[in-house]
């Protein structure tokens, strides 16, 4: 299954989802700030990988193919984000930054699915973190002291969306 939250779709994205994404579903999520999480916990367990491409993602002839061939749970493309660190009271540096653990071009395979529940309810502006936390910590179940599940990061995707 592959899914395409949005509010509004980057012409580009949907330019190669169409082309390199058959089936893909495109599901709108603007109605309001949970609206994404609904979207994918009410697809979460079918029994199926989901795959997710995010609305200012343009994804190549080879990122789904990747993704579906993949034995590995949880698989991503790394792109372009702004981090931001607070050191201290008032003060706040931003980095430009690869991150390998959004929701932007991801890969929640089915045997996962049926061992984790989804994460909790959660905005849309907090949900990658909040679904990183949850499966890095395998939702509190049966995990060691210091034992952390990562994805497997299949490379870099385009990130569309304007970083300032």
């Known amino acids: 299954m592959i899914i395409c939250p949005y509010i509004k779709v980057h012409p580009k994205t949907r330019k190669t989802l169409d082309r390199h994404a058959p089936g893909i579903e495109y599901v709108y999520t603007g109605k309001d700030d949970y609206a994404y999480w609904e979207t ?11 795959i997710i491409v995010e609305q200012d993602i343009a994804i190549t002839a080879q990122m789904i193919p990747s993704l579906v061939s993949c034995p590995r749970a949880w698989c991503t493309y790394a792109y372009p984000v702004m981090a931001r660190y607070t050191t201290g009271p008032g003060t706040e540096i931003r980095i430009r930054a690869l991150d390998p653990e959004a929701l932007g071009c991801v890969k929640f395979s089915a045997a996962i699915q049926a061992i984790l529940p989804f ?31 990562r994805p497997h990061c299949h490379g870099t995707v385009e990130h569309l969306h304007r970083l300032s």
């Open 40 to 50: 994918v916990n009410s697809r979460w367990g079918s029994g199926e990988d989901l």
């Open 119 to 149: 994460a909790a309810k959660t905005p849309w502006d907090r949900l990658d973190i909040a679904v990183r936390d949850h499966i890095a910590t395998c939702g509190g179940q049966n995990v060691e002291p210091g034992q952390v599940l």
